[in-house]
């Protein structure tokens, strides 16, 4: 079983910048698959970002070039700087670890960004 949590949520204006921290219980590196979704008011969960263990990354094309994920293994804790935010980026924004190997799949609490003036 592995936990995450997730924090660095809150209101930013248009423009500005944000940087999201999923915190794992287990050794990051172990998890083959760790992403960023998110899901705005009366909108499906939608895939944002992943990193996997070899460090191979992809993004949605909706924040391409504007968000970087990124892991740090010695703190067992996966990144997603958002740059350039607008209105469209406000969203719950939750972290996802899959071992697709072993069909588990772990999500953590969500995290609130909002992009206002």
């Known amino acids: 079983q592995v936990q995450l949590v997730e924090s660095g949520g809150g209101l930013v204006q248009p423009g500005g910048s944000l940087r999201l921290s999923c915190a794992a219980s287990d050794r990051i590196f172990r998890i083959p698959i760790v992403g960023w979704y998110r899901q705005a008011p009366g909108k499906q969960r939608e895939w944002v970002a992943s990193?996997?263990?070899?460090?191979?990354?992809n993004y949605a094309d909706s924040v391409k070039g504007r968000f970087t994920i990124s892991r740090d293994n010695a703190k067992n804790t996966v990144y997603l700087q958002m740059n350039s935010l607008n209105a469209e980026d406000t969203a719950v924004y939750y972290c996802n670890a899959r071992e697709p190997s072993l069909g588990s799949n772990y999500w953590g609490q969500g995290t609130q960004v909002t992009v206002s003036s």
């Open positions: 990193i996997t263990n070899g460090g191979r990354i």
